[in-house]
T-cell receptor, first 111, second 112 residues
Framework: DVKVTQSSRYLVKRTGEKVFLECVQDMDHENMFWYRQDPGLGLRLIYFSYDVKMKEKGDIPEGYSVSREKKERFSLILESASTNQTSMYLC??????????FGSGTQLSVL | GESVGLHLPTLSVQEGDNSIINCAYSNSASDYFIWYKQESGKGPQFIIDIRSNMDKRQGQRVTVLLNKTVKHLSLQIAATQPGDSAVYFCAENLSTGNQFYFGTGTSLTVIP
């Protein structure tokens, strides 16, 4: 079974803090994605990566950065957390066959 | 950009009945589709996928139908169980890109 593991289920941070969300997949997938999910807005793409050290902006990259130093790991960084970044963050990965699998999500609260 | 929409935001069914959840997509170039189930507080769970060279695909208790003529996708759940209660949403993908486009979801409630 494909496994996409997100390091934290719940996080509480303060405004201005730097936040790291980690994601690891065990299926040697080329593509990895970070989404945020908010009620009524559905899933919105923040960043994705199609190879090690490669990244592409999604629909809402402002306030975020990413890092992919190894194929299996894709990190999302909030440089200076703000209250409007309180959300459910979902990592996903896909192979060239395109099936997209999600992690269990990180519910981030910024106070 | 592309939009993927669901016809009904909520659906209630009796336990044991069949459920049908619908999805409309707008981009006729989309050639790959996925249905997800998402329970409260959890990440989306891959249910079943279908490529545009197929009209129908069956899994365990689930069937996905694709009508490319009217750009419509449906998920049928047979003998719906209380554990099927969740939000279901579809996703579409184009072979020319890496991005997926998602609907906002239909909330399925199974009445015991």
């Amino acid at each position: 079974d494909v496994k996409v593991t997100q390091s934290s289920r719940y996080l509480v941070k303060r405004t201005g803090e730097k936040v790291f969300l980690e994601c690891v997949q065990d299926m040697d997938h080329e593509n990895m994605f970070w989404y945020r999910q908010d009620p009524g807005l559905g899933l919105r793409l923040i960043y994705f990566s199609y190879d090690v050290k490669m990244k592409e902006k999604g629909d809402i990259p402002e306030g975020y950065s990413v890092s992919r130093e190894k194929k299996e790991r894709f990190s999302l960084i909030l440089e200076s957390a703000s209250t409007n970044q309180t959300s459910m963050y979902l990592c996903a990965s896909s192979s060239l066959a395109r099936a997209l699998f999600f992690g269990s999500g990180t519910q981030l609260s910024v106070l | 950009g592309e939009s993927v929409g669901l016809h009904l935001p909520t659906l209630s069914v009796q336990e044991g009945d069949n459920s049908i959840i619908n999805c409309a997509y707008s981009n006729s170039a989309s050639d790959y589709f996925i249905w997800y189930k998402q329970e409260s507080g959890k990440g989306p769970q891959f249910i079943i996928d279908i490529r545009s060279n197929m009209d129908k695909r069956q899994g365990q208790r689930v069937t996905v139908l694709l009508n490319k003529t009217v750009k419509h996708l449906s998920l049928q759940i047979a003998a719906t169980q209380p554990g099927d209660s969740a939000v279901y949403f579809c996703a579409e993908n184009l072979s020319t890109g890496n991005q997926f486009y998602f609907g906002t979801g239909t909330s399925l409630t199974v009445i015991p």
